[in-house]
């Protein structure tokens, strides 16, 4: 194919602001409590044309540019809840964007199979000195040259202020200003191609961030009071203009900006008594080549597997590599009594959690895994919940010590789930990942407090917890790249570059594992075999293979020792 041939991308919807073919622009807004919409533009108002629980009306002088608001009922002006941009935050006008505007060039790529995936989370405000998308794709040569194969941008829906996680989105459609124009963002998808890498968004369908979101004032019937979440009324999935709103964002990035997979955040608050969960319907929406990953702390395998998502992020697996990495059995890690044993199930059968009494709910969780590939679980020791969500936000190295950091690095970065980084874990980065936000008035004192108070209930803890709101929190969390380990960095690109030569190319199903002590294990998949102690003390192991390992740290059974063989390799 030509080098000069381009394509547009465009994700057509039934509702938001579309450009039309022969000139203008259509809006269009379902408000079913509204009994007047208008547009507004240039602070001029036109009477938008009422169908049902529609309004519409195609406004010929406007075009790509074009700011705009909706007035409803001679009273607020509110963004467009399908906007594709905010150029001044969430309370300020949107913008019409023409998305055939953007010129593609990557015509050749064609993803990559799932079992190649070595996944970087990033925060785009944080991974970088100048805090944006051209400060991502100025690394993309690093994290290539590290053997990552993916990156996943931490949520980009725009939220209110410039510094957020991102969690706290309102409008699903509108990547956040503070990172750059929409185009940038495509520009950074493109260069990921070109260099080989993957790209995945995180996507919030749970809820709702407290500011900027406008939707009870016109379209109420958006929420249920029947189901509660942790951030208030449930979103009505119900409702088939709901539904459609949601289908529709995880179809506009797949097709408006390429990405290459989404992430969906907490989907166990997702409250659907429909009789086609929200989830089938999105997943049947996207091409079976892309990549749709869970984060369920219920451990419902019903949505992973063959011609369903693709897999679920591990939390059971962390919790255990945690608990023996750094010893902690605070909170949720009171759950993880037997890390060993609980880690080489997660290794061999997905969870280890699969209908067990939780230590920490008192109740049944996650339902059987074992028969479900290693390839259905992205493991992880470190992302940005398990670091941020800590009152300090300490990185591993500095709770637990590198010996112990380096073998449980070497069982996950060789074992076959995909493994997942979060950003400048592969250089050994020990600054803080801190909760941060910039939220105004009586909201930002509440969040302000409310992080003070969850850390005081932890007998632990006894320091002060950084402002959330001071930009001096998000400041301490953009990495210095300055500081990078080299010895740290080597480690890390030795062991993915034996996962893409040697682990790759295997077809590991389900695992057997089997306790050589407390602290010791051993895990087959086929061919493929680990013996790892995870313990300060000498195991007596026996039958092991005789062949040469194909990564070792010390003789097997050794204290923290960890050695993978491939069989007949």
């Not at 941008?153 to 989105?169: E, I, K, T, V």
């Amino acid at each position: 194919m030509a080098a000069q041939e381009t394509l547009s991308r465009v994700h057509r919807m039934p509702f938001g602001a579309e450009v039309q073919a022969a000139g203008g622009v259509r809006f269009r807004l379902w408000a079913p409590k509204a009994r007047r919409v208008d547009l507004c533009i240039s602070e001029k108002m036109f009477a938008m044309q009422r169908d049902g629980e529609w309004h519409e009306r195609i406004h010929a002088d406007a075009a790509a540019g074009t700011l705009y608001q909706y007035r409803i009922d001679g009273g607020p002006l509110v963004p467009d809840p399908a906007s594709r941009f905010q150029p001044h935050d969430v309370n300020g006008p949107s913008e019409v964007i023409d998305a055939e505007r953007f010129a593609w060039h990557d015509l050749a790529w064609r993803g990559r199979p799932w079992n190649e995936a070595v996944i970087c989370e990033l925060h785009v405000g944080t991974f970088s000195s100048r805090g944006d998308y051209a400060g991502v794709a100025a690394k993309l040569g690093h994290l290539k040259d590290t053997g990552i194969t993916a990156i996943e941008l931490m949520p980009l829906s725009d939220f209110a202020g410039r510094r957020n996680w991102g969690y706290d989105g309102v409008l699903p459609y509108a990547p956040d200003s503070a990172y750059g124009r929409p185009e940038e963002l495509k520009a950074l998808v493109q260069a990921a191609h070109n260099a080989g890498l993957m790209m995945f968004l995180d996507v919030v369908y749970n809820h709702f961030g407290p500011e900027g979101n406008y939707l009870n004032l016109y379209a109420p019937q958006f929420f249920t009071d029947q189901h509660q979440t942790p951030w208030g009324a449930a979103i009505d999935f119900s409702n088939e203009h709901v539904r459609g709103y949601f289908v529709h964002n995880a179809r506009y990035w797949i097709e408006e900006y390429g990405f290459d997979g989404l992430r969906f955040d907490a989907v166990h608050a997702i409250v659907d008594p429909s009789p086609h969960h929200i989830l089938d319907e999105i997943r049947e929406s996207i091409p079976a080549r892309k990549h749709l990953v869970l984060e369920n702390d219920a451990n419902q395998a019903r949505f992973v597997g063959p011609g369903k998502y693709s897999a679920q992020w591990n939390d059971d697996s962390h919790h255990a590599y945690h608990v023996l990495a750094t010893g902690e059995t605070d909170g949720y890690y009171i759950s993880y009594q037997e890390p060993a044993k609980q880690l080489a199930r997660c290794l061999a059968e997905g969870f280890a959690y699969q209908g067990e009494v939780s230590p920490f709910t008192k109740e049944p969780r996650g339902e059987k895994s074992s028969h479900l590939s290693p390839a259905c679980f992205v493991d992880f020791l470190q992302n940005h919940d398990q670091i941020g969500n800590r009152a300090l936000g300490e990185r591993l190295l500095g709770l637990s010590d590198e010996r112990k950091l380096k073998a449980l690095t070497a069982i996950q970065l060789l074992a076959p789930s995909p493994p997942l980084l979060f950003m400048g874990e592969e250089w050994g980065c020990r600054q803080p990942f801190l909760f941060f936000c910039d939220f105004k008035g009586q909201l930002g004192e509440a969040v302000r407090k409310g992080r003070r108070h969850e850390f005081a209930r932890f007998k632990s803890f006894t320091g002060e917890v950084p402002d959330p709101l001071s930009e001096e929190t998000f400041a301490a969390s953009k990495l210095d790249w300055s500081k990078a380990d080299h010895a740290w960095l080597a480690h890390y690109r030795q062991l993915l570059d034996l996962r893409q030569r040697e682990i790759v190319p295997l077809d590991c199903g389900p695992g057997r594992y089997r306790m050589l002590g407390e602290r010791a294990f051993r895990v087959e998949w086929g061919g493929l075999v680990l013996i790892a102690n995870c313990g300060d003390e000498q195991m007596a192991v026996e039958n092991t293979p005789e062949q040469q390992p194909l990564w070792s740290n010390g003789p097997a059974g050794s204290p923290w020792s960890v050695n993978w063989w491939v069989l007949g390799g």
